[in-house]
């Protein structure tokens, strides 16, 4: 607490908007980037998701503007409410503290904000940034030396996480919504326990047909290198798995056996994970394309392309494998074998660490849960909550943003600098070390060039806490 009541008496033109003296000024500034950047983020993000969920013409014509300048002036209001209340602090408590200049002023702007935006979008943000502001604190938690960073710790809550998930989703009722269908795309129906069980008689009938030998061809000549010979009988093995497999009786991939449900599934999704990545990385490289063709093999051979690939390969071959494997030992298909198959299954992580995908995961399946002891009756409903969380989310990472930017994630520190034209970065953080955050550490070749007449302490003159 004493720390927090530590203050300086400098002026918000001092430190804040020290690219221009007057507070007005630096609000209509910050708010007209902010508007501008905001509209070319959310304007082809809504017309881009209007055109993959095959909206019709009333929506283009009567909701598609709208719903783009209510998330416009939502974010707007978010960058430009922040310098505001920055100033109106100053004003009111007369200095700044050390509270004042992230979380103080960007809470109140953050609650703001975030009514004006649609309520079917708060709880995503509000996951995004609760999300976001976990690792910052765990972050600023690490840098101030009161817990020590778990070795592989993302994948360690990667696999707790997917355990859960894996459960939820076996279970009837477990999962809703997107969870649910993004889950049942990625491991597929044949894990649910709502799958219908098919009579086997025609899947046995088909593996009869299949296993009458095929009539006799006419020889067309001899494998010619030992190359063709090692193709070929690679090719014969895996067919031979495929087709005549052991398949257990509780398993309900009736269409193939164990070994080939487990190899299909990782093709599968590898494939999807190749193109995912290298689809993410097309518009960075579209320019250069036709100045460079040799920039389309990078893409398409590029490093991460096939660690994602990997990643959810084996995710999904890893949780069907050991599905089967415990209903070969145990006899029998239980909702519990997916506590075990999610947590092995989450080492795949290795091959894509994401400390992003696991903390958001994480935050996820926390929201399922409440919502669960909700309908239980064993939680209380907030109606209000969603706001309140983002809100308190948003004011920590503006605070790590302003007094400790490494601790901050790279990607939300680069997004606020494209929000605010860059003047993010042009704050007098030298400054500010006096409160003991290293503010200026990213910033020891910066000194804002002020204008003498409206400073209170003349340039490189020591202030001392009070």
């Known amino acids: 607490m004493a720390a927090l009541s530590k203050s300086i008496p400098h002026s918000c033109y001092e430190i804040g908007h020290t690219w221009c003296p007057s507070c007005t000024v630096s609000v209509l500034q910050v708010t007209a980037g902010a508007l501008e950047v905001s509209f070319k983020i959310y304007a082809p993000l809504y017309l881009i998701a209007a055109i993959l969920r095959r909206r019709k013409k009333d929506y283009y014509k009567k909701r598609l503007i709208p719903e783009i300048m209510q998330s416009t002036s939502f974010l707007t209001a978010n960058g430009g409410l922040y310098i505001a209340f920055f100033c109106i602090l100053r004003k009111l408590l007369g200095r700044f503290y050390s509270w004042t200049v992230g979380f103080g002023a960007a809470l109140p702007a953050s609650y703001i904000a975030i009514l004006i935006e649609r309520k079917s979008r708060r709880g995503l943000l509000t996951i995004y940034m609760a999300n976001l502001a976990t690792e910052t604190v765990f972050r600023m938690a690490v840098s101030r030396g009161i817990v020590n960073p778990l070795k592989h710790g993302e994948v360690l809550l990667f696999c707790l996480t997917a355990s ?21 795309f990625i491991v597929g129906k044949e894990e649910l ?14 593996s009869e047909r299949a296993d009458v030998p095929p009539s006799p061809q006419p020889e067309e000549g001899r494998v010619s290198s030992r190359r063709g010979a090692i193709a070929a009988l690679t090719r014969r093995l895996l067919d031979t798995l495929c087709k005549h497999g052991p398949r257990h009786r509780c398993c309900k991939h009736y269409q193939d056996n164990c070994i080939s449900y487990c190899v299909k599934g990782f093709i599968r999704m590898f494939s999807v994970g190749y193109l995912i990545q290298c689809c993410l990385k097309v518009p960075s490289a579209f320019r250069q394309v036709f100045t460079k063709p040799s920039r389309l093999l990078s893409l398409l051979y590029n490093k991460e392309n096939f660690q994602l690939g990997a990643f959810l390969g084996s995710f999904v071959s890893i949780y069907k494998g050991t599905s089967c494997f415990l209903r070969w030992v145990r006899n029998l298909d239980d909702e519990l074998h997916a506590l075990i198959a999610g947590f092995l299954a989450g080492l795949s992580m290795f091959f894509y660490k994401s400390t992003t995908i696991s903390m958001y995961l994480f935050s996820k399946l926390v929201e399922t849960m409440y919502f669960k002891g909700i309908e239980a009756g064993r939680f209380p409903y907030f109606p209000e909550a969603d706001t309140v969380i983002y809100a308190i989310s948003t004011a920590i990472c503006f605070q790590a943003a302003v007094m400790e930017v490494q601790n901050l994630r790279p ?4 997004f606020l600098l494209r929000l605010t034209k860059g003047r993010f970065a042009l704050m007098n953080r030298k400054v500010l070390d006096v409160f003991g955050t290293e503010a200026s550490r990213h910033f020891k070749d910066f000194t804002p060039k002020l204008d003498p007449k409206y400073m209170m302490f003349p340039p490189g003159m020591d202030v001392e806490l009070s």
């Open 193 to 206: 326990p709502t799958h219908s069980y098919q009579a086997e008689t025609a899947s046995a009938s088909r």
């Open 164 to 184: 859960l998930y894996m459960f939820f989703f076996r279970c009837k009722d477990g999962l809703k919504g997107f969870a649910f269908s993004a889950l049942k």
């Open 411 to 414: 990607s939300y520190w680069k």
